[in-house]
């Protein structure tokens, strides 16, 4: 299990090269909410999400051994940008297996950081079956989009700033797809403020985590479509491990409610977040949750919306 000091580790091995993102608040918010929320914009960090944080602690704690054949993943866009600025900054080749279906802006960040990019079908079998191709060709390093102890370690140094802004919380709620923030987010919770209730958010059309979470069996393909891409992974076997633990539970929010949320930010915060973010700031707006008046933490995820399809569908 990731202790206290790994985590720790993680925030100071990283620090360099992150940006400490803003902690934001909203009135308007607290009011429909009828809680305090604290909103930790990961959508602000570096490549725009928080992946950069674990991709910069994996990429970080091996570079010596993967410096000549480099790191190797798939990802639907943010890891996919965080891991190839990890590699650049500490010159290491990077390959990234993408969906065809991954938003142009993303797919052309990664690009635009020096990776070598692959595009597959968009299933979660296609990407692991190209992966396990091009690993073999290159002898490059496979990194998890959150599958891995250095990535999850990384992801929960967001909590750890949020909670040193802001002090004692009653909630924490994160978005979850292959689970790497909430697990990390979960584990320096319990670790700061052992009375937390650390909740992940999933979209109801891929609602593998939650069915995973309640039946105590991992889910290991995501059947299904949603406007979130981001959240359309599985568990995996060490974030299952760690959210079966430290998790207090996993809650279910439609497209609808996801884009009136991303909406709702947009025009009240003046903050630009992706589907995959609102996810978490659904469950605050359509009350599901049934609290009143306690201390509401929000990872903001991300902010990568593909600008170009947005407006195009306004044009119409």
């Given amino acids: 299990m990731i202790d206290e000091k790994r985590l720790f580790h993680a925030h100071t091995q990283i620090r360099p090269f992150i940006h400490r993102t803003p902690v934001l608040t909203s009135a308007s918010v607290d009011h429909l909410a009828k809680n305090t929320t604290f909103f930790k914009c990961e959508n602000l960090q570096r490549t725009g999400s928080f992946k950069f944080r674990g991709a910069c602690n994996a990429v970080a704690g091996c570079a010596a051994q993967i410096r000549d054949h480099g790191v190797i993943t798939h990802s639907s866009g943010n890891h996919a940008q965080?891991?190839?600025?990890?590699?650049?900054?500490?010159?290491?080749?990077?390959?990234?297996?993408?969906?065809?279906?991954?938003?142009?802006?993303?797919?052309?960040?990664?690009?635009?950081?020096?990776?070598?990019?692959?595009?597959?079908?968009p299933t979660y079998t296609s990407r692991k079956e190209t992966v396990a191709r091009l690993q073999q060709e290159s002898g490059a390093m496979f990194i998890s989009s959150s599958d891995n102890e250095d990535i999850i370690a990384g992801q929960g140094t967001a909590a750890i700033e949020l909670i040193d802004e802001v002090g004692s919380l009653d909630l924490i709620l994160t978005p979850v797809g292959g689970g790497g923030l909430l697990a990390g987010t979960a584990l320096a919770a319990s670790h700061l403020l052992p009375h937390i209730k650390v909740i992940g958010c999933e979209p109801e059309q891929v609602d593998d985590a939650y069915r995973s979470f309640n039946s105590g069996t991992r889910i290991e393909e995501v059947h299904g479509h949603t406007i979130a891409e981001g959240l359309m992974t599985p568990l995996g076997v060490h974030t299952f491990d760690i959210i079966r633990k430290f998790v207090y539970d996993i809650v279910l929010v439609t497209e609808r409610e996801i884009l009136q949320a991303m909406r709702y930010i947009w025009e009240r915060m003046k903050i630009i977040i992706e589907p995959s973010s609102a996810v978490a700031v659904a469950p605050l707006l359509n009350r599901c949750l049934k609290i009143t008046g306690k201390r509401v933490g929000v990872i903001l995820s991300g902010g990568n919306v593909d600008l170009d399809r947005f407006f195009a569908i306004l044009s119409t």
């Avoid at 891991?83 to 635009?112: N, W, Y």
Wanted: charged content about 20%.
């Fill in 82 to 121: 965080a891991l190839a600025l990890a590699a650049k900054l500490h010159d290491i080749p990077a390959f990234v297996v993408m969906p065809q279906t991954s938003a142009l802006v993303k797919r052309e960040a990664a690009e635009g950081y020096g990776a070598t990019v692959i595009l597959c079908r």
